[in-house]
């Protein structure tokens, strides 16, 4: 591609937070951006909604990895504390076991420890060894996994970096590597659990992923007062200084292409917006499906795996249960069971595990005054035809559940309190946000559909299209999108360089 030195016109389909970064970053090295998004305001999953004065976060909740966030901040000529009021949750969560006992994890070692040699002797000094493991495989794969662009095969499939998935434990399971340090299996699910952030079974996923239970312990699980779309206002509020300009309630209705190069994209209300180079931050098997013209891409990508979906219910209450900590997870039934149910049956166990996020605890502007807020999550499998999908039936059964179990704990009578009330099923993901098979964290962390093997950044083809977005490289999450933006950008700075 020829390097042009002027502005290019820049036009970015959804104001996820993949899109408003990329957004932010093109901005700010003199591109003309414009963003152009259905729904009425900027956020995709990491949004937000108000009720009678209840303040809901409708998908996002936990700030992890601040690192990333902050580099982004910096990468855009800000200081991310200037914009975030960050606080270091401890207790991280409160976890609840099948047999109704609990455990608080916390990043105080000590505290940790009085609870962990109570379930299992010994079990304090594997977890430390468990975490260091951990604390290795993050080093290892921030650099050469995660903020990493792989242009090509042999950058991907060589010596070095098959020494590095072996490193990486990338063939052993997560269930089967963390019993090699816990026996009980309360401690097993502890330090497990976490791979459902990526849309993934621990039973399927590499033990790699317990860098996941590395960085929330080593750097911390914060909450950004005011919420996570705060993440999304601020973004959204520097993007708009650097210059971009938000389109809302304007869905693209197709991206316009001619020969090898994208020329803009039309609205579904008419009219159309010409562009040098266009960004789609859409969820990016819906991009192929509905937004480009079909060269075989949209089925093939199908085929891949996708992660889960969500039941959610967002509750507010007109009183507050202080036997629920800021997040809390609830873990039922049968472990290995509840994952069969959701990925191999793309269903809901018949005691699904669930998670409940009560920010009031740390932020009383999150309700008013005496009441309560909560956000909960079941995971559930994503929409799909090879099963019947009852979805109405299944959503009465999670609430009915949560509500029984959570009276079996201590809540009681918690549904007598609820005075607001809205809830979302994979269908509803799908179609507020064009998620394929409402699968909330898109395509699968599988080893297959991870770096190189993941969709890249740029069309193969029209060379001026690029991708940002939880289903591309490298993957979903917050942070993790907010690299794929990085990513993105700096393709897009040396295919266009000023
Ligand atoms: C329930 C839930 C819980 C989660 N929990 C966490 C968490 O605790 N921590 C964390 O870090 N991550 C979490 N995630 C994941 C995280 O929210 C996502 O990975 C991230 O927000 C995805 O951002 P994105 O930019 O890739 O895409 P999206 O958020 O999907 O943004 C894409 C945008 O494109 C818009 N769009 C779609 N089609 C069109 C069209 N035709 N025209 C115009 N606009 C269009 C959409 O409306 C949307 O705004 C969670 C996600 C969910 C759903």
Known sequence: ???????????????????????????????????????????????????????????ATLFLMPRLYAETFSALGERMEDHLDLRRLDPTYHLYFPDDSSLQLTPDLYKLKAQLEAIEPGSFERLLNYLAEGGEFYRLSLPNLINRDFRSLAEFLNPRMLALFLRLKTLTRHTRNAARFFQDPRLQMAFTFQDMYMGLSPYDSPATYSLMQYTELADGLYYPMGGMYRVTEALTSIAEKLGVEFLYNAPVEKILVDGNRSTGVSLAGGGSLPADVVVANADLGYVYRSLLPDDGMADRIDRKEYGCSTIMFYWGLDRQFSRLGPHNLFLNGDYRQSFEDIFKGTTMSDEPNFYIHAPVRLDPSMAPEGRDTLYVAVPVGHVSSRVAQDWP??????????????????????EAHIIVERSFVPNDWRNRYNLTRGSTHGLSHKLTQMAYLRPHNRHERYRNLYFVGASTHPGTGVPTVLVSAALAAQRVQEDFPR
Do not use: W
């Open 1 to 59: 591609m020829s390097a042009i030195r002027e502005n290019r016109n820049v036009v970015i389909v959804g104001a996820g937070i993949g899109g408003i970064a990329c957004a932010a970053r093109l901005a700010r090295s003199g591109h003309r951006v414009r963003v152009v998004e259905k729904n009425e305001k900027s956020g995709g999953r990491c949004d937000r909604m108000i009720v009678d004065g209840h303040t809901f976060d409708t998908g």
């Open 393 to 414: 039936a299944l959503q009465a059964r999670a609430r009915a559940y949560i509500l029984r179990r959570l009276a079996e704990l201590g809540v009681p009578d918690l």
